[in-house]
């Protein structure tokens, strides 16, 4: 079965220091590992994707990501926060073979201070 | 290309009643999946459609139920609303094949 545990329900960082979201995951099969955004009254938004090719992953909005199986961990990372990076990130797990859709974190909000 | 759309935006229902909420698939795109996202939570799978038929289901109960037009849109139907049901209903499309699933905008149900 797979999970996904959000490490920081809050985050909160002065606009232009680095951002770290922290996500674990448990999966039984080699999983896809996305990081998802989610913005005020707003859908969802992809931010980067894993699909096991290379480890480090380039997001959209200067956001990227790490896979690091040994860890069981996919954190996300962007160097300098902007006010507009406030919003809800969701880290996402799907390791197909008939798995029930993708499995969601709880979220972690991220603040950004001026 | 118009991405995912779903409609309505917002809807109040009283319990005991039904509601269908529809949802149009990004261009190119095969596979709708359904998913319930509660206050302050993340988004739970409810049930995913591909060729019209349902594919894989979540733990929802028999309440929930699905359909999938030939055109790829989709509609959820959810009867004997409990207020529990109040959440943001958010629609994902997809290409076979593919794990990428873009997200509409989502559907925000109220039960009074």
């Known amino acids: 079965a797979q999970s996904v545990t959000q490490l920081d329900s809050h985050v909160s960082v002065s606009e232009g220091t680095p951002v770290l979201l922290r996500c674990n995951y448990s999966?039984?099969?080699?999983?896809?590992l996305f990081w998802y955004v989610q913005h005020p009254n707003k859908g969802l938004q992809l931010l980067l994707k894993?699909?096991?090719?290379?480890?480090l992953v380039k997001g959209i909005n200067g956001f990227e990501a790490e896979f690091k199986k040994s860890e069981t961990s996919f954190h996300l990372t962007k160097p300098s926060a902007h006010m507009s990076d406030a919003a809800e990130y969701f880290c996402v797990v799907f390791e197909g073979g008939g798995a029930d859709g993708l499995t969601f974190g709880k979220g972690t909000h991220l603040i950004i201070q001026p | 290309d118009a991405g995912v759309t779903q409609s309505p935006t917002h809807l109040i229902k009283t319990r005991g009643q039904q509601v269908t909420l529809r949802c149009s698939p990004k261009s190119g795109h095969d596979t709708v999946s359904w998913y319930q996202q509660a206050l302050g939570q993340g988004p739970q799978f409810i049930f995913q459609y591909y060729e019209e038929e349902e594919r894989q289901r979540g733990n929802f109960p028999d309440r929930f139920s699905g359909h999938q037009f030939p055109n790829y849109s989709s509609e959820l139907n959810v009867n004997a609303l409990l207020l529990g049901d109040s959440a943001l209903y958010l629609c994902a499309s997809s290409r076979t094949g593919h794990t990428e699933a873009f997200f509409g905008q989502g559907t925000r149900l109220t039960v009074v």
């Open positions: 999966s039984s099969y080699s999983p896809s």
């Open positions: 894993y699909t096991s090719a290379a480890t």
